[in-house]
């Protein structure tokens, strides 16, 4: 799932943010839960906005 361009990888708890590019020139951040069954994944166009949904995260996995 992760693209070979991820960079800038952090984790919060379960939550690992990092940010990417998609290849046609624009930068994403993502958000995405490594809890096994949980699924949550988010993409964001902010640093910031990634790393709060990752720091805002319940998980229930
Ligand atoms: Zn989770």
Same mark, same amino acid.
């Given at each position: 799932?992760?693209?070979?361009?991820?960079?800038?990888?952090?984790?919060? *708890?379960?939550?690992?943010?990092?940010?990417?590019?998609?290849?046609?020139?624009?930068?994403?951040? =993502?958000?995405? +839960?490594? &809890?096994?069954?949980? *699924?949550?994944?988010?993409?964001?166009?902010?640093?910031?906005?990634?790393?709060?949904?990752?720091? =805002?995260?319940? +998980?229930? &996995?």
């Amino acid at each position: 799932m992760r693209p070979n361009r991820f960079y800038n990888v952090i984790r919060v *708890g379960p939550v690992e943010v990092g940010t990417y590019n998609n290849g046609r020139g624009k930068t994403k951040h =993502t958000a995405a +839960c490594t &809890a096994p069954g949980c *699924g949550f994944s988010t993409e964001h166009r902010d640093r910031s906005a990634a790393e709060l949904a990752a720091r =805002t995260h319940r +998980c229930n &996995a």
